[in-house]
């Protein structure tokens, strides 16, 4: 008797893409200089507050873009610079994955230098354009602050941008304008920084500038109330002297009028006597007008 064997068929199931956790977060590559770290934390810092503000929204500094169609971990991924994302939860991230969130960042931001430029300005903008489709990109070189320009996607194309009156480029996306702002940050440096700032021209401070501003404001509160309180003394003082010379002179009347009484009781009592006077000269026959 014979048996006949089946084997089982497996289906083909597809790989399960990387996830964040899965993919590697760092390159372990510095930043150019110590000015470009700087410049990336003056971008990525006064973001905190301006997003604690809004319902949702993420920002990223130095960190890796996944954006591979094919969810492939070891293709298609950058590390810009600096990078903002609208309409996505509020939550910490070690990469940006774009087949996890489901979108890709808002605005990208490149810190350029000598041996970055071309890159950024050829390849990463074209990767930026063509297959992550970010709707701005802006790239700025700490260096050499006239090496800053815009673009905006317009029918799967970057456009370049035009700065308006105030040297500014307008990001549509965030309603916020990148200025060149001239000042000190954290290493003594004067020089010129790469900035955000509202399109009514508020620069956004870092925690630092928020906090040296809520010191001043203290001390200034701390000034006028010194000020209100010496002014509410001395307005008590001049109460109580105009008090005092108040019953002064509240004294000073009841005397004169006391006086002016017992003057004129010394006057009745003179005329009294006076009277008294005449009535005897007039008894002993003495008209007292001829006295």
Known sequence: ????????????????????????????????????????????????????????????GNMFLYFSTEQIKNQDFRGPDVFVVLGVPKAERLSWVVWEEGKAPDVIIELISDSTANTDKTTKKVVYQDQVRVPEYFWYDPFNPEDFAGFRLHNGVYQPLTEDEQGRLISERLELALVRWQGVYKNNVDTTWLRWATLEG???????????QAQEEAAQAQQEATQAQQEATQAQQEATQAQQQATQAQQEATQAQQQAAQAQQQLAQAQQRAEQLAARLRAMGVDPDQV
């Open 1 to 60: 008797m014979s048996k006949t064997m089946t084997s089982a068929v497996v289906p083909n199931t597809p790989p399960i893409p990387p996830t964040q956790y899965e993919l590697p977060c760092d390159d372990g590559i510095p930043m150019e200089t110590e000015r470009h770290k700087l410049q990336m934390e003056l971008l990525t810092d006064p973001l905190y507050p301006w997003l604690a503000q809004r319902e949702d929204g993420y920002f990223g």
């Open 202 to 212: 508020i620069v956004l401070p870092t925690a630092e500038e928020i906090a040296v």
